[in-house]
């Protein structure tokens, strides 16, 4: 079913009582905001994967950040419970020196 022009006024009427003249702009932007975001997202999950992100992923041998961090703490002796990764990885950078 298409909408004339008629039926679109009546919805816009209805909007306009139901809502208000002060809320319906407001409305009107928090959906398009939600569809940007929406599309935003969709594109990130169907679009193709950045390849310097695939290769730096094959280079990590399809490890994390954290694991290869953690896995270099280990063998350093370095204990990383209750750090950043900011002071684990100066703490490795100290023990290798």
Known sequence: MRFGPFEIMILLAIFFLL????????LA???GQSKGEFQKGLSEVTGEPSTANTESDLDAGGKTKAVDLAQKA?????D???????????EISKAEE
């Open 80 to 90: 990383p419970s209750g750090k950043t990764a900011e002071e684990v990885a100066e």
């Open 19 to 26: 809502f208000g003249a002060e809320r319906l702009p407001k």
């Open 74 to 78: 280990d063998a350093a002796g370095v």
């Open 29 to 31: 932007r928090a959906a």
